[in-house]
């Protein structure tokens, strides 16, 4: 049995474990809130303001998703005439499990969150989030991606958005319903272009810079912010990006989604000849149908990794955008970077122990207590004729490891690390604007539950620090309640107590500076922090982010240059 991200930091085996189980609620503030409304181009919305932070939720940026326009564009949004709250937010996709303290789940579920220091009229620097997990669940009211604490101490305006997920967002008709239906692989993009579209078109009374927008996000969401970064009806509104911990550089072919199609109809019992039947059929029955599917993919961990990047395998099964030749013309970063966002900045990276994070969701705790025997055995089954190649090279590089650390950073290259690298690298080589390229360092002493091993810096850790959502004990203002904690009632993140340590905080404070400053400037800094250079293929400067940042030339060269060799 597999735990879903929710169950494994509700645990507390995640450094995340406090902030991380937060879903649906906003961090806890210092005082009662005002009402604060604005216009917006359809209609006046009434957001709350505590203190030096306005927070507007669950406002829609598009019309109906569902009954014919199902697999089909959002209608356009109508406009209202009475004042619109904005106190809630709004209904996720629908996906696996409801998700606590949110609406129910809904096909309509186009609506995005807005944080802001004041709804002013000020053009501030616009961070636009896409929430993780992969293309298939999540939501943008995940507290520990709450963008107050960004918002309020960075002076940014950050917005989240929900958008289609799953065979809602991604079943591809296009060979079955012609024109008609020629980007129905791709509505989950769809929605966070219209997303984007609504921040041009309105951003401005929230205090923010219509002219100066980054899209970011981790996991999935990075998937998807490469994806949005070659697609063109995206291109006009948005400057800069970065792609965290998901690395997205092949998506799904046309045939291979078209292949999947005829497997949802064969599980529904539905005739090709009658796929129209699809529109009738109950979103709980299509989430069946997805689930009874599964995922598909390359990689020990299911997913495809290396160069592919997360997100891009070719085999039928999954759900994820479409190489349709229209709404995503192309694989987003293969053979190259996409030459329409060649001007726009990009920051590209991953965590230092990605993998922990999947093998603690599958339950996997034999990978944390491998010998040198056994680690050779796994790599032979996994890698089969380069298994030789790569333990030899990662010992050679990490001589002083243990076994389960070889085999943590090997499953993390090949899932996501040298999928970065790919996207650094093909970003410089258009000589353009530059490229940014970092590792999350900052590492827990907890351990895995049942294991000796510490977790170290896993996959969704660094979440909550770009957030600037990592606090001391004590805090109120931006600290999670009591209710909303892990396991071992702690938000911090080194292994315990109540509050986060000086070196967490300090670390949180200087991912959110450095993410802020770039939203402002196109290039990351922080105070007291090294100076970020671009990368090149020439000195691959690299930001290793920590209490206390580090630039390192080429981390690790013996493994890029193995797998350059085993993974072109």
């Known amino acids: 049995m597999k735990l879903t991200r929710r169950e494994v930091f509700a645990r507390g085996s995640m450094v995340l474990s406090g902030a991380a189980a ?14 604060v409304e604005t216009k917006t181009i ?7 303001k505590t203190g030096n932070l306005t927070t507007f939720k669950g406002i829609p940026y598009a019309g109906s998703a569902s009954g014919a326009n199902r697999f089909k564009a959002a209608a356009p949004l109508k406009p209202w005439t009475d004042v619109r709250g904005a106190l809630q937010f709004g209904a996720p996709s629908p996906q ?12 309509n579920c186009q609506f995005l969150n807005v944080w802001t220091p004041a709804a002013d009229g000020r053009r501030r620097p616009v961070m636009f989030y896409s929430h993780g997990g992969g293309f298939t669940t999540g939501s943008a009211a995940s507290g520990y991606q709450d963008g107050g604490n960004l918002a309020r101490a960075y002076g940014v305006v950050v917005v989240a958005t929900n958008h289609r997920l799953g065979i809602a967002g991604y079943l591809y008709l296009g060979e079955l319903g012609g024109e008609e239906y020629a980007t129905s692989g791709n509505q989950g993009l769809e929605d966070i272009r219209d997303g984007l579209k609504w921040v041009h078109d309105n951003i401005e009374v929230f205090g923010g810079d219509p002219g100066n927008v980054m899209i970011f996000g981790e996991s999935g969401g990075g998937s998807k912010t490469s994806c949005l970064y070659a697609m063109p009806s995206a291109a006009p509104y948005f400057h800069k990006a970065s792609i965290e911990s998901g690395p997205g550089i092949r998506m799904m072919p046309r045939d291979s989604a078209a292949e999947t199609t005829l497997m949802v109809l064969k599980h529904l019992g539905i005739e090709k000849s009658d796929w129209r039947k699809l529109l009738e059929v109950s979103t709980d029955k299509l989430l069946e149908a997805q689930t009874g599917l599964g995922s598909s993919g390359g990689g020990p961990l299911g997913m495809n990794g290396g160069r592919k990047g997360m997100g891009g395998g070719s085999r039928p099964g999954g759900f994820g955008p479409v190489v349709d030749g229209a709404i995503l013309p192309h694989h987003p970063f293969e053979p190259e970077a996409p030459a329409i966002s060649k001007n726009k900045p990009l ?4 965590n230092h122990d990605e993998t922990v994070f999947f093998f603690q969701q599958q339950r996997n705790i034999e990978v944390f207590t491998l010998t040198e025997e056994s680690l050779k055995a796994r790599l032979a089954k996994e890698f089969s004729g380069n298994a030789d ?11 002083a490891a243990a076994p389960s650390q ?8 090949r899932m996501i690390g040298i999928g970065a690298v790919t996207i650094a690298e093909r970003k410089y080589a258009q000589h353009g604007a530059p490229a940014f390229a970092y590792i999350f360092t900052h ?10 091993f510490k977790q170290g810096s896993p996959h969704a850790m660094e979440i909550r620090y770009k957030f600037n959502n990592v606090q001391p004990a004590g805090t109120q203002q931006g600290s999670p309640p009591p209710s909303q904690q892990g396991a ?8 315990g107590g109540r509050g986060a340590s000086p070196e967490d905080v300090k670390a949180g404070h200087n991912m959110a500076e450095l993410w802020s400053t770039f939203a402002r400037t196109g290039h990351p800094a922080a105070h007291g922090q090294p100076e970020w250079p671009p990368y090149t293929t020439e000195k691959r400067a690299t930001m290793q982010i920590d209490s206390q940042c580090e630039v390192v030339n080429d981390p690790n060269p013996l493994e890029r240059q193995l797998w350059a060799r085993l993974d072109p």
């Open 22 to 35: 937060i879903q649906g609620r906003a961090f806890a503030q210092s005082a009662e809130p005002e009402y």
């Open 42 to 48: 359809y209609g006046r919305v009434r957001g709350a």
């Open 96 to 107: 696996p499990g409801q998700r606590r303290g949110e609406p129910p789940q809904d096909e």
């Open 347 to 350: 920051m590209v990276g991953y």
């Open 389 to 399: 190649a790569i333990y030899e090279a990662y010992h050679k590089s990490r001589p």
């Open 406 to 413: 070889l085999y943590v950073a090997i499953t993390t290259a």
């Open 443 to 452: 590492a827990s002493d907890a351990v895995v539950p049942g294991t000796q």
């Open 488 to 495: 071992n009632g702690a938000p911090g993140g080194r292994g």
